[in-house]
């Protein structure tokens, strides 16, 4: 079992920044982000691997987001820049066996899950 604890969440203006943290308890083949704004589904954010870090964005967030991670801390970061009112939502971390896939129902490790606000 593998826990998942975000951080960094808050309220900022349109165009500004935040960095997201997921701090993991072990490891697992991929870690993603999701986001859920309400009344919406969870969608993929970003991904990516522990083996050889490659990355996966959503077409949204493609050159404003990036996606890391810290192998000695076991932590997995996402910068968000020129953030913009529609990425406001609750940001998840999540870890999944195997290879990054879009779906949310592939991942069987979340974390509560942190707040985004992006005002204009």
């Known amino acids: 079992q593998v826990q998942l604890v975000e951080s960094g969440g808050g309220l900022v203006q349109a165009g500004g920044s935040l960095r997201l943290s997921c701090a993991a308890s072990?490891?697992?083949?991929?870690m993603g982000w999701f986001r859920q704004a309400p009344g919406k589904e969870r969608e993929f954010v970003a991904a990516?691997?522990?083996?050889?870090?490659?990355?996966y964005y959503a077409d949204s967030v493609k050159g404003r987001f990036t996606i890391s991670k810290d192998n000695a801390k076991n932590t997995v970061y996402l910068q968000m820049n020129s953030l913009k009112p529609e990425d406001t939502g609750v940001y998840y971390c999540?870890?999944?066996?195997?290879?990054?896939?879009?779906?949310?129902?592939?991942?069987?490790?979340w974390g509560q899950g942190t707040q985004v606000t992006v005002s204009s």
């Open positions: 999540a870890g999944k066996p195997g290879p990054p896939n879009w779906s949310p129902y592939q991942y069987d490790y």
């Open positions: 072990g490891r697992t083949d991929t």
């Open positions: 990516i691997t522990w083996s050889d870090s490659s990355t």
